[in-house]
């Protein structure tokens, strides 16, 4: 596959992640939406839907990688890292682009909620991070990323390593293309099981990002937007889901390497 289908089918897949994925986040946050307080089940199934989605989207263009950790785990098993920084652009424009449209398509609940002053004085509201750990954490960042619950960087890290472990090690023991550079569609439904199996059960401590893209685009875009009464977008914290699961990314393709290769 050209690097232009690289770039372009990782930009797409993870745009449509982002936008379902941080979509539900919003659903399910935001006054004035129909979800709100859906609660903790329909956020799992809604990422592993935004998964299955945006794998069987771009599959055949680029693999869909559609997460960092995935292509460092790729690349560690086959040694071959020559299209990483193109994976890597991809995903992040298009986390950043799926973030945007988020924001646009709840711009009026975004506007109900931080305008609502039962919000903008509160310093703690269920489903979001926890301000008193957390004061550099703005009431609606929880759309856009990840927090955690129990402040501890290295707890928080090992959280984030664990989780991403067993995704990474899923995608490579099945659904790999025939030749060998990403997820099939194949192995799309049995992905999307594995990440809300992951977020059912590995999700409570951080949010469970398991994607460094995933993360760290939708940040940058609630620092950019003009949000009112946004409040910080917890920078002293966004190294973790960064950090986090591309360690987990290399240490799956490591545990692969030894006990599949």
Request: charge should be negative; proline fraction near 6%; aromatic fraction near 8%.
């Amino acid at each position: 596959m050209s690097s232009s289908d690289i770039f372009i089918g990782e930009v797409i897949g993870t745009a449509v992640l982002i936008l379902l994925g941080g979509g539900v986040c919003a659903a399910v946050t935001l006054k004035r939406s129909k979800a709100q307080n859906a609660g903790w089940l329909a956020i799992t199934f809604g990422w592993g839907f935004a998964v299955l989605t945006a794998v069987y989207m771009t599959g055949s263009l680029s693999g869909a990688h559609l997460n960092p950790a995935v292509t460092v785990g790729i690349a560690v098993k086959d040694g071959d890292w020559g299209d990483v920084p193109v994976y890597f652009a991809g995903q992040l424009l298009g986390a950043m682009i799926g973030a945007v449209l988020v924001w646009i398509a709840y711009y009026g609940q975004f506007q109900a909620h931080l305008t609502d002053p039962e919000i903008t004085s509160t310093p703690h509201e269920e489903g979001m991070v926890d301000q008193k750990s957390a004061p550099g954490a703005g009431p609606v960042l929880g759309v856009f990323s990840t927090g955690p619950e129990v402040r501890n960087p290295l707890m928080n890290l090992a959280t984030e390593i664990i989780g991403t472990v067993v995704l990474v090690l899923a995608v490579l023991t099945q659904g790999l293309n025939a030749d060998g550079k990403g997820l099939g569609t194949l192995g799309a439904l049995i992905t999307a099981l594995v990440v809300v199996s992951i977020g059912l059960s590995l999700g409570g401590p951080t949010g469970y990002a398991i994607n460094p893209a995933r993360d760290l685009g939708p940040r940058i875009v609630h620092a950019l937007l003009p949000l009112p009464n946004k409040g910080g977008s917890d920078w002293g914290y966004a190294w973790i889901p960064v950090a986090g699961p591309l360690i987990g990314g290399a240490l799956a393709a490591g545990i692969y390497n030894l006990a599949f290769a």
